[in-house]
């Protein structure tokens, strides 16, 4: 009963987010939309007992967010919070491909002859999945970590060649903008 609440209560965050990830005005909100639906995704992975698939989609979806938040100041230089704008273009094209495809897959899910289930599936199931992915790649993910996080600060440095009050000059409290005098 309380699986069945809370499942629903998650898919509907999804859902709710992911509407979000189009309605808000600026890019930031909808970056925080974006992981705030793929979290839920993941957490309801986790609810039906998919622990290695939904810790996966949470982490892989938050640093994909933080990463996307520091693009978006890198490569556009404002504050993505700040700067509004509109996440739908082409909204009668848009709109048309997205119900197709709605149409199509559901089509799809409900016409398909689905198979029934041969036998039992084997014990450790998700263990051996994660085994199967990843034992012979660690050693290749724990050095691509470190060397992203690496590639991402000297993208950040190279991109912003000036400091942050590098346009103050000497006068760093900005009276001069101000039309204030200095003391």
């Known amino acids: ?11 509907v965050v999804a859902v709710a987010a992911g509407v979000a990830v189009f309605r ?7 970056t925080y939309a974006l992981a705030a639906s793929f979290i839920a995704v993941g957490l309801v992975l986790l609810l039906v007992d998919l ?4 810790v996966i989609t949470v982490l892989m979806m938050t640093m994909e967010m933080a990463v996307m938040g520091i693009y978006m100041i890198m490569f556009m230089g ?5 700067m509004p704008m509109s996440m739908v ?3 009668r094209p848009a709109l048309a491909v997205s119900l197709g ?3 199509v897959l559901a089509a799809g899910a409900l016409l398909v002859p689905w198979p029934t289930r041969r036998g039992a599936p084997a014990a450790g199931l998700v263990t051996s999945l994660g ?5 012979s790649k660690m050693l290749v993910m724990m050095t691509v970590s470190p060397v992203l996080f690496a590639t991402i600060v000297a993208a950040l440095v ?7 009050y590098d346009r103050l000059g000497d006068d760093l409290k900005g009276t001069a903008l101000r039309g204030g005098s200095r003391r």
Request: charged share 20%; no cysteine; glycine share 8%.
């Open 1 to 11: 009963m309380l699986t069945g609440i809370v499942f629903w209560v998650l898919a």
């Open 51 to 54: 622990e290695f698939l939904g």
């Open 158 to 164: 190279l991109a912003l060649p000036r400091g942050r």
């Open 101 to 103: 495809t709605f149409v």
């Open 24 to 30: 808000v005005d600026s890019m930031a909100r909808a």
């Open 78 to 82: 404002m504050n993505p919070a700040l």
């Open 89 to 91: 273009h082409g909204k």
């Open 131 to 135: 085994e199967a992915i990843m034992e």
